[in-house]
């Protein structure tokens, strides 16, 4: 040997600790024996506990790093064998070339190589390809294994947001519902299921919670179907993707998990999406600065004793105002809007003509959907009898047969949704009567979120502050025809305000027909009515 003076690199990997001839002592000790016998001086040795798959391990990007800062006096690079190396053969030929170029040689010292010979090189290449073909064979086992237990129905990485890896008292691990962050899951899948709130809002909702999930990997978790009982197992070589039902407890019924899929994919209507805010800060979000007329958000400021809330303007203008204060002109300005004799009953009655034609409609559609299920049904039986009798191949009876049951399956949601609007229609219309002719009751006993959807029915334009009052350009076309607020029907001008309200100065003219329609404005959403009915 004409080295003198070498490194030592010792590697093991976690599944390689148990192995006998793999520790770092016996490594070691073997390394050096070889230095003393061949009278190679070591410089310094590099231990590392890290996966041969790539070179990206931090002992050997710290020996490179020193080669390359020309101080190192090495020439040799020696360990025990070539899979102590590198288990990748592309990369470690390149490495080999690397450390030529820096004028230090790898060496085994189990197995010997002159890589000056050219014929060695055909050694090398065995040296190498044999841990890596350990590796891709030991991968490729691993792989099969999790893909059946999957198709077993059985979750086999880390468990999901809301859920525990546990193990049984046999030895079988499975997941089971989080207990606190189980429950924390299903209201967000059912929260998304309704349409009320953008999936973003939801996941702030629900880390204010406790939940400890990343907003990524949040979008992720709401289209994960393991949450409902299923497991997705993807597509490989000929087998097609599909979704099993799986071994563990579900936290949400396949319904919810089809609806809030059904949101996110934009196939199901829904209300606009809220912007959460704070208890103190209702008018967040529906504000307009009165100086520059930006929009205003609003903060807590912390004081000595306590925090004090502001809605404000980030332009260079600073304007800023108290919320307690804001809110309370917005409440006073509520107040004013009652609905003036007679228009109130007018109101009721076209309401009830415009459910009654919904309930026809939807019931003419519900007939449709299910004689279109009929059909689905019939076509798969017709199928059902070309298998039995040869004429056409399992592959395309099972193809043809999954898009059948999908297209039932969405059906019958059609169906359940329907269901859901045929309320008590009488009941229904005098609740929200009552709710109007009692607006600011309604606001002031109300939740944050349920204010905040009373203020966007109300308001279809952002609202601007002033000390003594609120201004706005248009009202809620059903609002401001039932109080006649600045209405041409009162002949009143704009900037006037006969009930000296103070939530408008100033609102677009609005003509008696199309009332006739009922906007879509003037009918609260589903859940708002829900909650109205209870306070």
């Known amino acids: 040997m004409n080295f003198k003076i070498a490194d030592l690199y010792i590697r093991v990997s976690t599944d390689e600790q148990k192995d006998k001839g793999y520790s770092q002592r016996d490594q070691e000790e073997r390394l050096r024996k070889f230095c003393e016998v061949n009278k190679i001086k070591i410089n310094r040795v590099y231990i590392e506990d890290y996966s041969a798959k790539t070179f990206n391990r931090p002992q050997w990007q710290l020996f490179i790093k020193n080669l390359k800062k020309k101080t190192s006096p090495v020439n040799q690079i020696i360990f025990t064998k070539w899979d102590r190396f590198s288990r990748n053969t592309a990369d ?3 490495m080999i070339n690397i450390l030529k170029v820096l004028g230090v040689e790898a060496y085994a010292v189990e197995q010997p190589l002159d890589l000056s010979v050219p014929e060695n090189k055909m050694m090398l290449a065995f040296y190498l390809a044999v841990p890596e073909v350990e590796n891709d ?6 792989f099969y294994g999790m893909r ?41 899948f059912e929260e998304l299921a309704k349409g009320n709130l953008a999936i973003n809002e939801i996941w702030r909702k629900a880390k204010y919670k406790g939940l400890k999930c990343g907003k990524n990997q949040f979008w992720v978790s709401m289209r994960n179907p393991v949450y409902c009982g299923r497991l997705f197992v993807p597509k490989h070589l000929d087998e097609e993707a599909m979704i099993v039902q799986g071994q563990h ?32 800060l209702p008018l967040r979000g529906f504000l307009l600065c009165p100086i520059c007329g930006r929009n205003l958000t609003g903060s807590p400021s912390k004081g000595k004793y306590k925090s004090y809330f502001y809605y404000h303007c980030i332009s260079p203008c600073r304007f800023r105002v108290n919320a307690i204060m804001a809110n309370q002109v917005f409440e006073k300005g509520l107040a004013n809007l009652k609905p003036i004799n007679g228009m109130l009953e007018l109101y009721e009655e ?18 449709i959907s299910k004689r279109d299920i009929d059909s689905m049904n019939i076509k798969i039986d017709k199928i059902r009898e070309l298998l039995i009798n040869d004429q056409i191949s399992p592959e395309d009876y099972g193809i043809i047969k999954k898009q059948l049951e999908e297209k039932i399956q969405n059906l019958k949601r059609k169906i359940e949704s329907f269901n859901k609007n045929e309320t008590n229609v009488d009941n229904l219309i005098k609740n929200l009567s009552n709710t109007l002719l009692n607006i600011d009751k309604a606001y002031f006993e109300a939740n944050i979120d ?12 952002k609202l601007t502050y002033y000390p003594d009052g609120y201004r706005t350009l248009r009202l809620n076309e059903g609002v401001a025809l039932i109080c006649l607020i600045n209405n041409e029907l009162h002949k009143i001008k704009n900037e006037t305000n006969s009930l000296k309200t103070d939530l408008s100065r100033e609102v677009l003219p609005t003509r008696f027909e199309l009332i006739s329609t009922v906007p879509e404005t003037i009918i609260l959403s589903i859940e708002l009515r829900e909650q109205l009915l209870q306070i």
């Open 92 to 94: 470690a030929y390149q």
């Open 137 to 142: 064979r030991r991968s490729l086992n691993v």
């Open 148 to 188: 059946r237990a999957k198709k077993e129905g059985r979750w086999v990485a880390s468990a999901p947001v809301g859920y525990v890896n546990k193990t049984s008292e046999s030895g079988v691990k499975y997941i089971a519902p989080h207990p606190q962050f189980g429950s924390i899951m299903k209201e967000a």
């Open 249 to 280: 407890q579900p936290i949400i019924s396949l319904e919810t998990y089809n609806d809030a899929q059904d949101v996110v994919d934009g196939r199901k209507k829904h209300n606009k999406l809220k912007i959460m805010s704070p208890e103190l």
């Open 350 to 367: 076209i309401l009830k003509n415009n459910f009654e034609s919904m309930i026809k409609g939807s019931g003419e559609r519900k007939r």
């Open 450 to 461: 349920l204010k905040r959807e009373i203020i966007a029915a109300i308001f279809p334009e």
